[in-house]
């Protein structure tokens, strides 16, 4: 333990700030496990709807049936089966998409928005895993580098002993 807090010290003071609300999150995790476990924030319902319209919009279900009804409107005006209600400009199909466009646009960009803070967020708790494991293998690097230090120094003390030993041995001979 008195290691640990040593070696926290040439720490920076964000590192080991980080490093305690790893652990603290890690031992909350663990006492999770016996409660009911927390889901995402709930949504408000603006972004509901933005979620669904951009998931439906973006869907090929969508496309394809947008690409239907495009063909048909401009096959029933271009061959006159029905009356033409929109003749080849087609401009009354132009305002449409566009209206659709102009409508769609802002719950695209709701939902692309949450999805970047969402995204955010997961960066930067891949960070914070990120420093705590280059931590815990600067840990484990130090650990094993006292370990080495502690061998070392026995085996000098262990050639120590026995070289008193064969002088002893070699004085007697």
């Known amino acids: 333990m008195e290691f640990a807090a040593t070696m926290e010290t040439g720490f920076h ?7 305690d ?7 909350g995790a ?12 709930r949504l408000t319902p603006g972004q509901r709807i933005a979620d669904r319209v951009a998931a ?7 496309i394809i049936a947008q690409s239907t009804l495009l063909a048909a409107w401009i096959i029933l ?7 033409r209600w929109d003749p080849y400009p087609f401009i009354l199909l132009n305002l449409a998409l566009s209206f659709q466009a102009a409508y769609a646009a802002p719950f695209i960009m709701m939902s692309q928005n949450r999805q970047q803070d969402i995204d955010r ?15 815990e293998i600067e840990l484990l690097h130090q650990k094993v580098d006292e370990l080495r230090e502690k061998e070392v120094l026995a085996l000098t003390e262990a050639i120590g ?4 030993a064969f002088e002893r041995s070699r004085n007697r001979a």
Do not use: Y
């Open 13 to 19: 003071d964000a590192e080991v700030r980080l490093l």
């Open 21 to 27: 609300e790893l652990r603290r999150l890690r031992r």
């Open 30 to 41: 663990r006492s999770a496990t016996a409660k009911p476990t927390r889901g995402q924030p």
């Open 56 to 62: 439906t919009m973006g869907s090929w279900p969508f």
């Open 77 to 83: 005006n271009v061959t006159a089966f029905v009356q």
């Open 121 to 135: 967020q997961a960066a930067e708790t891949d960070h914070g895993v990120n420093i705590k494991a280059e931590l």
């Open 161 to 164: 002993r026995l070289t008193e």
